[in-house]
């Protein structure tokens, strides 16, 4: 049987970068929010370490309009 929530003044879906932001944005302005998210937990530290980050400036041969040299 379904269970009905309190209500809230705004729901988000997918609690990623924008999610995270606009939920910030709308609890400092006073609403009430609720966020759902379907995907397991993430831990940023862990699962994107900065050292394998893929840098896309360096991996393409051009740089601010300019061809790079080889």
Do not use: N
Not at 6 to 28: N, Q, Y
């Amino acid at each position: 049987m379904a269970r009905k929530l309190p209500r809230k003044d705004a729901v988000i879906v997918g609690l990623g970068w924008t999610g995270s932001i606009l939920a910030h944005e709308l609890t400092d302005a006073g609403l009430d929010v609720v966020a759902i998210e379907r995907g397991p937990w993430r831990d940023t530290a862990s699962d994107f370490p900065i050292s394998y980050a893929q840098d896309e400036w360096r991996s393409t041969s051009y740089s601010c309009g300019r061809r790079r040299r080889r």
